[in-house]
């Protein structure tokens, strides 16, 4: 019963690198999203997906792209690490016909960019 | 653009004590708030909340909603150490692909 997972956990960046976060979800979810947090601003959404092979941006998409070529995988890439982009980093998924329907959430992967 | 405001953004009691979070919102087309609990990892789900005025209760812990006002509260009875987390609410409209427009959370911290 995995739900949400998302890898790596951790990772440390040099400014200008670049990365990908995976996030895999196993209840055959439409819906995914891509949110960062940070300390006292709440989730603020970058990404999100509404099925395989749709991305659209959020709130706050500078600086990632994001790529769902499965429906159970949703990719969020940083080109160019920038300091600014060191938060910790939440996917989600929820059922796509019933927006009533609460969000899961994977454990976050926590990046620090030097 | 939908919006939501907590209050207040931290709150430290004592074990056994009552407190309420608060939380407004504007959304376009209104369709459900959601309140989390988030400890030290992923938020997890607590109440959805889509009908004015009906309380939704779990142990300890209700919440309730008034559209016509625009805001929920959770209520948080004889409060337990293990209740300190960061408790989130978040608000979804009929219109926006199931996106969750989220406050800046209440961090409660409960002494023993």
């Known amino acids: 019963n995995a739900g949400v997972t998302q890898t790596p956990k951790f990772r440390v960046l040099k400014t200008g690198q670049s990365m990908t976060l995976l996030c895999a979800q196993d209840?055959?979810?439409?819906?995914m999203y891509w949110y960062r947090q940070d300390p006292g601003m709440g989730l603020r959404l970058i990404h999100y997906?509404?099925?395989?092979?749709?991305?659209a941006k959020g709130e706050v998409p500078d600086g990632y792209n994001v790529s769902r070529l499965k429906k159970q995988n949703f990719l969020l890439g940083l080109e160019s690490a920038a300091p600014s982009q060191t938060s910790v980093y939440f996917c989600?998924?929820?059922?796509?016909?019933?927006?009533?329907?609460?969000?899961?959430f994977g454990n976050g992967t926590r990046l620090t960019v030097t | 653009e939908d919006k939501v405001v907590q209050s207040p953004l931290s709150l430290v009691v004592h074990e056994g004590d009552t407190v309420t979070l608060n939380c407004s919102y504007e959304?376009?087309?209104?369709?459900?708030l959601l309140w989390y609990k988030q400890e030290k990892k992923a938020p997890t789900f607590l109440f959805m909340l889509?009908?004015?005025?009906i309380e939704k209760k779990s142990g300890r812990l209700s919440s309730i909603l008034d559209k016509k006002e625009l805001f929920s509260i959770l209520n948080i009875t004889a409060t337990q150490t293990g209740d300190s987390a960061i408790y989130l609410c978040a608000v979804s409209g009929r219109t926006n692909a199931g996106k969750s427009t989220f406050g800046d959370g209440t961090t409660l911290t409960v002494k023993p």
């Open positions: 989600a998924s929820r059922q796509w016909t019933n927006s009533l329907s609460p969000l899961h």
């Open positions: 889509t009908s004015s005025g």
């Open positions: 959304v376009t087309n209104f369709r459900s």
């Open positions: 997906s509404v099925g395989e092979g749709t991305t």
């Open positions: 209840m055959n979810h439409e819906y």
